[in-house]
T-cell receptor
Framework: TQLLEQSPQFLSIQEGENLTVYCNSS?????LQWYRQEPGEGPVLLVT?????EVKKLKRLTFQFGDARKDSSLHITAAQPGDTGLYLC??????FGTGTRLQVFP | KAGVTQTPRYLIKTRGQQVTLSCSPI?????VSWYQQTPGQGLQFLFE???????NKGNFPGRFSGRQFSNSRSEMNVSTLELGDSALYLC?????????????FGPGTRLLVL
């Protein structure tokens, strides 16, 4: 059973655009992680959010954990080609979303 | 501190063969988890080992097995390989801090079954 739904599945945008990807669940989680994975490599941890309503910023990336700790979003401002990759959300080690594949064109 | 390492990085096998993949966790991490990643199914949990004991197991057939050694290094084995076993196999180590456990992934082993 897939407990984490990510949307959109695919996103293709031009450099400089803004975007938001979502990670939703009907379950409450104590924490949630976001990862970025580049082709042929393992996922790299970007951030962990643990508190409902929490907002964390990592340069041009803004992560938010929903008040009820059932959902999260990742917003990228002024996307760059280096942001290209598969973005995964995950909670405890058993559960990962299917990912959002982002392509940023120069 | 060195990251998670996996060997080999690439592997080509034929149907019916078996394969063993290796994972060395980050120093001090006692938990090692294994995942299978395919384009169609995403990241699927295989099993987790902690202090040489299997702590959790995903929904994979018995052909998939693993073990962990006293130094926390882990191996997974797939016997009687099938074409559908072609995938990126990822290992992740983790350390619980203040009740939170964050996983750090290795680069993966890409297995191709012909």
């Amino acid at each position: 059973t897939q407990l984490l739904e990510q949307s959109p599945q695919f996103l293709s945008i031009q450099e400089g655009e803004n975007l938001t990807v979502y990670c939703n669940s009907s379950s409450v989680f104590s924490s949630l992680q976001w990862y970025r994975q580049e082709p042929g490599e393992g996922p790299v941890l970007l951030v962990t959010v643990v508190t409902g309503g929490e907002v964390k910023k990592l340069k041009r990336l803004t992560f938010q954990f929903g008040d009820a700790r059932k959902d999260s979003s990742l917003h990228i401002t002024a996307a760059q080609p280096g942001d290209t990759g598969l973005y995964l959300c995950g909670t405890d080690k058993l559960i990962f979303g299917t990912g959002t594949r982002l392509q940023v064109f120069p | 501190k060195a990251g998670v390492t996996q060997t080999p990085r690439y592997l080509i096998k034929t149907r019916g063969q078996q394969v063993t993949l290796s994972c060395s966790p980050i120093s001090g991490h006692r938990s090692v988890s294994w995942y299978q990643q395919t384009p169609g199914q995403g990241l699927q949990f295989l099993f987790e080992y902690f202090s040489e004991t299997q702590r959790n197991k995903g929904n994979f057939p018995g052909r998939f097995s693993g073990r962990q050694f006293s130094n926390s290094r882990s191996e997974m084995n797939v016997s009687t390989l099938e074409l559908g076993d072609s995938a990126l196999y990822l290992c992740a180590s983790s350390l619980a801090v203040a009740g939170q456990e964050t996983q750090y992934f290795g680069p993966g082993t890409r297995l191709l079954v012909l």
